[in-house]
């Protein structure tokens, strides 16, 4: 089992819909997750960071966390075609170093 | 904040050379570094984890006599790849954690074309 899965997608969604993406983990233990948006060609970016459970919201995007189930989420309400990427999910596990997943490319059409 | 920096940007060498890229936390001090690959269409390959004073931690399957490390400063690691060859083609990618957080926040990248 992977330590961190995501689909790799396309997800497709009109212009002004919200885009909702999906992780989940395998270690319990994990302490802090995170949300890098990726642009072809580019290094990731980091969007988001959610350390406890529940929801935060930056802008149009809210982070989803639920240590009780492992699953981690990322809304992008009234996405943009601009917000076309691959979003990769990571996580602490208590190491120094960030677990990846393979991350889920997005496509917003106009 | 949090800006890293890394150069050059795009390099492209003959097969046999050595070429080096570098890899800088501009408003920050960075203790740990980590040094990461990617190949067209495909994840992240984490290769390294650079402390500042000692010794990179490699992953496993990343030749540590190929890839030299060096993090002898706060804000400043060094990736060298030595003897490189077209199958080391790839876009090579440093991040750096703040002290006493989580975030890794990622350089621009580097992408080498070994002929």
Known sequence: ????????????VPEGAIASLNCTYSDRGSQSFFWYRQYSGKSPELIMSIYSNGDKEDGRFTAQLNKASQ????LIRDSQPSDSATYLCAVNTGFQKLVFGTGTRLLVSP | GAVVSQHPSRVICKSGTS???????????ATTMFWYRQFPKKSLMLMATSNEGSKATYEQG????KFLINHASLTLSTLTVTSAHPEDSSFYIC???VLGRDEQFFGPGTRLTVL
């Not at chain 1, 699953?71 to 990322?74: H, T």
């Not at chain 2, 070429?19 to 001090?29: H, P, T």
């Not at chain 2, 990343?62 to 006599?65: H, L, R, T």
């Open chain 1, 1 to 12: 089992q992977k330590e961190v899965e995501q689909n790799s997608g396309p997800l497709s």
């Open chain 1, 71 to 74: 699953y981690v989420s990322l």
């Open chain 2, 19 to 29: 070429v080096k890229i570098e890899c800088r936390s501009l408003d920050f001090q």
């Open chain 2, 95 to 97: 991040s750096a954690r």
């Open chain 2, 62 to 65: 990343v030749e540590k006599d």
